[in-house]
């Protein structure tokens, strides 16, 4: 193509936006709409990888010490633990601790536990965990191992809330593709559909450049430009709105969850998904317009 | 030029349009092609600019067999032929000076380059004080001589011209065939389709007349048979 013919092809492209404005704005519209559903998933999964790594770092896991294990024996387990490759410290919660920590956290609801004994609850270790082993299967296995340790009476870790939010995270990835998936079929029918009016709106003008020599390169470019034009700006609106939203949600964000994420705060998409949410608008762009060509401009 | 060998068009489902034809135009030549309507006048030059594709029989035109052009080579086949219709074929939103030059921007002929030749072709053709007119503002003759420029504006070797005097009265009529012939005079070939048997008369050329999609007569034949 040469210079004179891309000049050609841009004052199209730039003609049309401008003959059919609204047609294409809503068109971005609702490309827009697409994108920052499925960017909002994106976001989502984002934010719950990051939720999900903090909580792994403050993984511990509590050995329940049996009833008389102190002195010299407990000097002994907190060594023999002490010597795994897995554990990376070791804090001593005596009785009276645990029961202070547990009248804490019932906060208001502590009178309930007036007349009770204080020495109830048993003393423990919180093991924290090195961070290549905080994964599921190892903390399971390092669980079992310690159940079998002499002196440690019961073993808990938090295996559920970390099962439910791996599955929560799946479940994100998967709705991201199947929400996304549908949103970007219809988005493509509309992007054919108001191709198919370009070439309505200019049938004339193909016919004649079809009859005078014009190659179909000639004729499809400008379409297909549009189509890309009409993508990246529907990927710059959804990306707006999802920052917009993250501001919103940033404000009502409570302050308990904010401790499990690295920064202490919601976090927007990288530099690396915006790309990536451009990239699908352009796509998206020439795809349906490509599609739209097939079906609808005669040669 | 231009030669057909036993070419054939059908239809469908089964309409015969063209039957055998053969044919040979050569360059610099000026034809008639005649016949009613529904004869296969306007079948045969959308065969020559590739708008219909031959059912059997092989078409060559400048050198080229292009039976079964595409893509490309179908495109670099238009650039060297220029077209007139009927019904002019014009878009309306444009003016005559843009309608012209449509047709060489298209093929990679700068803007400018291609309003100017646009503009002069026009001049040429009488339209000077009209080149910022809308199509619809023009009269019929007028019309056809701002599609007889743009056929022009790429400088074809070969003009198809498909009944180009069919919406026009008698004086316009004359008019538009003079100027193919001053067209004519620069060793274009020149082929027009016509039932106007008045202005075949007058204008005295080579006329191939075809019936029901047969070449039934052509008067360059009947010549040399005559001679000989």
Known sequence: MTLSQVAFVLRRVFGSLRDLFWT????????????????????????????FSGWSNQLQIFAYLEEGVKGSELQSIRKRLQSYPEVESIRYVSKKEAWENFRRDLGAQSSVLEGLEEGLLPSSLEITVKKPYRERSRVAELANRLKGEKGVGAVEY??????????????????????????FMASLLIVGSTVKLAIMARQQEIEIMQLVGASQGMIKAPFVIEGMIQGMVGASFSILFLWLLLLVLSARLPSSLGIFLPTGRLHFLDLWHVVYLFSLGWMLGAAGTLFSLRRFLRT | MIQLFRVSKVYPPNYLALTDIHLQVKKGEFVFLSGPSGAGKTTLLKLLFRAEEAAGGQIIVSGRNITRLKGAGLARLRQEIGLVFQDFKLIPYMTALENVALAAEVIGTSKR?????????????????????????LSGGEQQRVAIARALVNDPT??????????LDPEMAEEIIRLFLRIHERQTTILIATHDTRLMKQFNQRVVLLQRGRIMEDSELVESENTS
């Not at chain 1, 519209?29 to 976001?43: D, P, R, S």
């Not at chain 2, 503009?119 to 503002?137: I, N, S």
């Open chain 2, 158 to 167: 070969l003009v198809l011209a498909d009944e180009p005097t069919g919406n």
């Open chain 2, 113 to 137: 380059e291609s309003k100017s030749k646009a503009f002069h072709l026009l001049r040429e053709l009488g339209l000077k004080d009209k080149y910022d007119a809308f199509p619809p503002a």
């Open chain 1, 24 to 51: 294409h704005f809503l068109t971005s519209g609702t490309m827009a709409m697409t994108l920052f559903v499925f960017g909002g998933f994106l976001l989502l999964q984002e934010n719950l990888t990051r939720l």
């Open chain 1, 158 to 183: 938090p295996e559920e809330w970390i099962e439910k939010l791996s599955m929560l995270l799946l479940a994100v990835q998967w709705a991201k593709w199947i929400f996304g998936g549908f949103l």
